[in-house]
């Protein structure tokens, strides 16, 4: 149906960038809010930043003024450039997407399938 494909990971050493991407294909009518979400080892998944169709934009406290969301609505695609990254900041980060694939029917959520993100001391 719907398939969030996620790249940009990677290792890096604090203080450096890593821009993330994500698209979306498949059956898509049209898309809502896209967003980024984080899961550290041991610990929950969070929400890191999203984004609406509108472009109004929502951060964690932990990335505000570091991370940056953006999105190409033609392209079905959501970024996300991380800045300053911290070692706290190391977990896999799955990419969301509230997709409309049929017209009348509601948003469902879909997932990426991580990338692995790793800040070294």
């Known amino acids: 149906q719907v398939q969030l494909v996620e790249s940009g990971g990677g290792l890096v050493q604090a203080g450096g960038s890593l821009r993330l991407s994500c698209a979306a294909s498949?059956?898509?009518?049209?898309?809502?809010?896209m967003g980024w979400y984080r899961q550290a080892p041991g610990k929950q998944r969070e929400l890191v930043a999203d984004?609406?169709?509108?472009?109004?934009?929502n951060y964690a406290d932990s990335v505000k003024g570091r991370f940056t969301i953006s999105r190409d609505i033609a392209k079905n695609t959501v970024y996300l450039q991380m800045n300053s990254l911290k070692p706290e900041d190391t977990a896999v980060y799955y990419c969301?997407?509230?997709?409309?694939?049929?017209?009348?029917?509601?948003?469902?959520?879909?997932w990426g399938q991580g990338t692995q993100v790793t800040v070294s001391s």
């Open positions: 969301n997407a509230r997709v409309v694939t049929i017209p009348g029917l509601r948003e469902s959520d879909y």
């Open positions: 984004i609406t169709r509108g472009g109004a934009k």
């Open positions: 498949g059956r898509i009518f049209s898309i809502g809010a």
